[in-house]
């Protein structure tokens, strides 16, 4: 959570850094706040809200010239978002600045030891008391501030991204990481910081990724020198050219990003099977799971990990996996896992699912498997992030940069990797004729065009938003591998919208949310023809007789449901393992046009951030 950003160069530093922080904004945007060093004099501006508010102030109150700067978008941890608590926040003599992403644990305990040698806080946060530590050692010890830095940060305890410097060394800025992410972008005689490398695309495909426990010293006309925090140790920055473009980071003509990250999915689906899927040879190649085929035939169980929407595609995975590879499997939010003593042996394998690579608590869980022995498994979507690092193997699902802060393409790219993966273990292990398995590829790259196919029902779906987007509460049911479509729409629908939706399987209604149907409530149920289909539609029936307005997801063709539905919305046919990739489609619609309608920020919703990475 948090996004930084950081400016030293030839180049003015302000719009950089605005800039920089715009792109970033999907991380937190509850304040925002800007630190510029003019020639004489450090200038901060800070205020709650967006990016667009910092940027007003900046026109009254801040000089926007200066060669090095800082800057900040948030997610409020500690004290809530207002100006004070904002960053850059500032040390007691004036002159340290300092921008943090991440969580200091014993701040409380450190602030008081600074508050008896004299030191004043002006906000709540837990930043404030890390820049004042640094000037505290820096003082007694009188020492430059990288040495400084570090010293305080052997202190610490807890998650970091920061950038800091000095307004009397204006030519160097100090970094640091320990579970929040930070890139160095290279230029000629110029360097960018960023919590990811979208803020300096357009200046440089040349970055570094700090590993944790890494800091770096930033100079003018230096090269950039990486070491250990804990032992001072020097390390050799491994530079990496940068893939992605500034294309992949714009709307292009959406409305949002969660639009065009909805109409992206029939490409990113693609990219994702591309190169995989040799449905001519009727075969899955996927390095990661060839080079680890015996320990995956060997695993008595997979455990999956993950947390929001990635676990609603490891419920998926649990389905396809049973069902075609005959392995067992649990599936686990992260955050539960980590904190429960699991038995994990060594025969175990865990997948842990995350779009951005970087959720803290899933995060935690494979650290936690690997010390009990377990094979861990990433499948990620940000490539270089720490879960891609921190696992023994794993496959991106290479779907492209998601902004919106409510995940799609995330969704359904990260099924179409479990997918093809269970498929292989399957063919490895004989539980799936060839015959069968040459259907699933065909049916699999079909997929895309069935997506396009799906997305054509958009005006259809606005017009039932309109009609339910005063809906004060929502129900989502779908039964086997709908069931954790159901859960998804639901989330979709929340986090975007604020109307409370809940996801059940179609036949857990009736122990106990069926009370909550009345004529007014809207109960989305997924019922297509493979599956459950006569179970479900015995479900919408019980609906039917208690009033609910029934919106029914439904197979092309479909006479049953449209004789008992108010509305439904046709998806085109596959095979059932395959559905959720398709039914997904128009649940994703209705809640984006839902919260448009209501006037929504649909890619930045209340309270929310796209990147996890406190517990
Ligand atoms: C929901 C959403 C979140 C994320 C969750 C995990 O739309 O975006 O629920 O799915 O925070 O994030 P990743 O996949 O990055 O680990």
New binding site residues.
Partial sequence: MCGIVGYLGHREAYPIVIEGLKRLEYRGYDSAGIALFDGENLKVSKTKGKVADLEALSEKEITKSGNIGIGHTRWATHGVPNDVNSHPHVSNSGELVIIHNGIIENYESLKQELISRGYVFHSDTDTEVLVNLIEDVKKQENIKLGKAVQIALNQVIGAYAIAVFDKTKPEEIVIARLGSPLAVGIGENEFFIASDASPFLEYTKNAIYLEDEEMAIIRFHKPIKVRKIKDDSLVAPYIQELQLNLEQIEKGGYEHFMLKEIHEQPKAITDTYRGRLLRNEAIIKMAGIEDNMKKFLNANRIIIV????????GLVAEYIFEDLARIPVEVEY?SEFRYRNPVITENDILIA???????A??LAAIKLAKSKGAFVFGV???VGSS?ARETHAGAYTHAGP?I?????K??TT?ITVLTLIALRLSRAKGTISSSDFRTHLLELEMIPKKVEKALESDSHIKMIADIYKDAPNCLYLGRGYNFPVAL?GA??LK??SYIHAEGYPAAEMKHGPIALIDENMPIIVIATKKGHYEKVVSNIQEIKSRKGKIIGIVTEGDVDVRKLADHIIEVPDTLESLSPLLTTIPLQLLSYHIAVLLGKNVDQPRN?????TVE
């Fill in positions: 993950a947390c929001g929407t990635s676990w609603h595609a992260a699912i995350s779009q951005s690579g970087e959720t608590d899933t990620c979507n940000v879960i998601e919106g802060v409510a995940s799609t995330a969704f990260q998804e989330l979709k986090e975007i929310l951030a796209k990147s996890v």
